[in-house]
């Protein structure tokens, strides 16, 4: 690189440069040295974060009309090929100004540069996943707050970190369920359609659709994408019994990795069969019951012991996987890891469905009904409408 290019001042610009972001970036510490250097352009902003940014990089996230879609705000620049000449760099008003050998002009806004530092964390606006505690007790949202940004941002945060949370005091209203959901983004479709009813019927496909106890289980572990998020919405729960169970995976897969850590290995690392079939579908994938990132962290749970298929794995490796098996089951339905509780007519419980077990006592049908009307979404979704209402902070 030419290190002796002149830094030349271009004509100053009235308004800050827009950077086809929704994301607020205006506010921040200002930039107050930009410097060309070997490595790129030398940045450092007025509380004394610096970085450095590669040529490359500053070219690709140009944000003019020709290399950012002025609607779309999606790239439409490609980085193909190296920058062999600096560009001539200068800084007006807080902003970075370049202009290439070419004569593209860039023009970046310092508190669009600040937040995308490399040194600094990524921006987010959503919350980390925390295991339940002894005392974890799902938030509450009332259904008429839920309606409001701030209601609803709680209830989302609450989804992404506890994987858990109620809507309470909604109507008894048919689909309420799937007014609800569609707030947030479009229903999960699966074999059991985008919406379901959850009540003893007759010819069922599906335990869930008799009146025995479920212990704890995953919905639709048998899909190479199981379901994220389940919402089940309370319409009617007269029954005798019928509570409902719930276990955290992340707390439960914790605590195997403390009692039995060969237990958690065998489980992690040995894919198994999963499999659902009625007249019109067969549908089946294979994959661990636990699965966790390089780190050890839960990525998701695949538990669901009446959907599991024949077990095909070496036969001097089933014995082990049985009881490692076993040992999490328990894990999972010990009392002080089980949350119970009724689900109130007007109430609906949603829950991260790759993480969170769910399960239910055993009813009665014949002493009174219970109706529960469930569908699902995509986590990218509540993620997506937190980023959105974070916007207006
Ligand atoms: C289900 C289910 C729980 C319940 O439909 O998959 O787990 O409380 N239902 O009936
Ligand atoms: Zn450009
Ligand atoms: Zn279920």
Redesign the pocket.
């Known amino acids: 690189m030419n290190s002796a290019t002149q830094i030349t001042p271009m004509t100053p610009h009235s308004h800050a440069p827009e950077m086809g972001e929704l994301t607020p970036y205006q506010t921040g510490p200002a930039l107050t040295k930009a410097t060309l250097t070997q490595m790129g352009v030398a940045l450092e902003w007025q509380d004394g974060q610096q970085t450095t940014l590669p040529l490359r990089w500053l070219r690709d996230h140009c944000a003019c009309e020709e290399c950012r879609h002025p609607q779309t705000r999606e790239r439409l620049y490609l980085p193909l090929e190296a920058i062999d000449k600096p560009p001539s760099v200068s800084l007006l008003e807080g902003h970075l100004y370049l202009q290439w050998q070419d004569d593209h002009l860039s023009a970046f806004h310092g508190g669009w540069l600040y937040q995308r530092r490399p040194e600094a964390l990524r921006p987010s606006a959503l919350p980390t996943i925390k295991a339940w505690e002894d005392n974890f007790t799902p938030k509450r949202v009332r259904h008429s707050d839920f309606l409001t940004p701030e209601g609803e941002k709680a209830w989302l945060t609450a989804m992404l970190q506890d994987g858990l949370a109620l809507i309470t005091d909604g109507p008894l209203a048919e689909e309420e369920v799937s007014r609800l959901a569609e707030r947030i983004g479009p229903l999960r479709a699966t074999n059991f359609g985008a919406r379901f009813d959850?009540r003893s019927k007759p010819n069922p496909n599906n335990a869930?659709y008799t009146a025995v106890g479920?212990p704890l289980h995953i919905?639709l572990p048998n899909w190479r994408q199981p379901p994220d998020i389940q919402l089940?919405y309370c319409l009617q729960n007269g029954a005798s019994g019928?509570e409902?169970l719930f276990a955290d995976g992340a707390r439960v897969v914790d605590a195997l990795r403390q009692q039995a850590p060969d237990a958690l290995t065998i489980l992690s690392e040995t894919p198994i069969d999963f499999r659902f079939q009625d007249e019109t579908h067969d549908i089946a994938t294979r994959a661990p019951v636990v699965s966790l990132d390089a780190a050890g962290h839960l990525v998701e749970i695949r538990m669901n012991n009446w959907i599991r298929d024949a077990l095909h794995i070496p036969v001097e490796q089933m014995d082990a996987w049985y009881s490692a098996y076993a040992l999490l089951w328990k894990l999972f339905h010990s009392e002080a890891h089980q949350l119970e509780f009724t689900l109130l007519p007007g109430q609906m419980v949603a829950f991260d469905n790759r993480r969170v077990l769910?399960?239910?006592r055993e009813f009665d049908p014949n002493s009174g009904a219970r109706h529960?009307q469930?569908t699902y979404l995509d986590r990218d979704m509540l993620a997506s409408r937190l980023r959105v209402l974070a916007r207006d902070q």
Do not use: K, M, Q
Request: no cysteine; glycine share 24%; charged share 15%.
């Open positions: 959850v869930a479920l919905d089940l019928g409902s769910h399960g239910r529960l469930g």
